[in-house]
């Protein structure tokens, strides 16, 4: 089933995200339902509080990177569940890297994050695993990780391109926005 994205403005993108118990409800479902709606949505990633839901949980399929320029070898087949996850380091430069997220349409900036970390999290099987990840993959991973934390990309930004955006974002919030997959507006009039 499809879900609803919720876009830009809606407070439960900046909630802090809670843990999930083992005996969370339907959540093999929700984790299929978040996969089709981030493949309909042409993402790599989705995280629990896109969908409306305040819980430590993203997914990713980094794949589309193992394709075209600059194509990343090892994000070929990089799809993964994340449940409860934990960056627990973060180290190396940081380097920008063009950023879109499907809460925000339409819009693409450079961001500058480290370029490695470890992580710790649980699978959809409720195995636990430690990984440490590099370049695109980190990348993937940190953004998503932020939506867990209550915070987008475009928070990370110069003070000036935030300005320079500001009615763009107005502009999703309010629903006036070309998107080819379904959304939940904050502020959309009804018509
Ligand atoms: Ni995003």
């Avoid at 089933?1 to 802090?16: F, N, Q, T, W």
């Avoid at 349409?105 to 195995?127: A, G, Q, T």
Wanted: net charge negative; aromatic share 10%; charged share 35%.
């Amino acid at each position: 089933m499809i879900l609803s994205i919720v876009a830009y403005g809606d407070p439960v993108l900046r909630k802090k995200a809670e843990d999930i118990s083992e005996d969370y409800p339907k959540l093999d479902k929700l984790i299929e339902n978040m996969f089709e709606t981030m493949y309909e949505a042409r993402g790599v990633g989705l995280a629990a509080p896109q969908v409306g839901l305040p819980i430590r949980l993203f997914i990713v399929d980094a794949t589309p990177f193992a394709e075209g320029e600059d194509a990343e070898p090892a994000a070929e087949g990089f799809k993964r569940v994340f449940i409860n996850p934990i960056i627990f380091e973060e180290t190396g430069e940081e380097w920008p890297f063009e950023e879109g997220c499907l809460s925000i349409p339409n819009i693409r900036e450079e961001v500058k994050r480290k370029s490695n970390l470890k992580i710790e999290y649980y699978d959809e099987n409720w195995e636990l695993y430690e990984e440490e990840l590099d370049g695109v993959l980190a990348r993937v991973v940190q953004h998503e990780y932020d939506h867990i934390e209550g915070v987008l990309f475009t928070d990370k930004l110069s003070p000036l391109r935030r300005t320079l955006l500001k009615g763009k974002l107005a502009d999703i919030t309010k629903g006036n926005v070309d998107v080819a997959y379904k959304m939940k507006f904050p502020k959309q009039k009804r018509r």
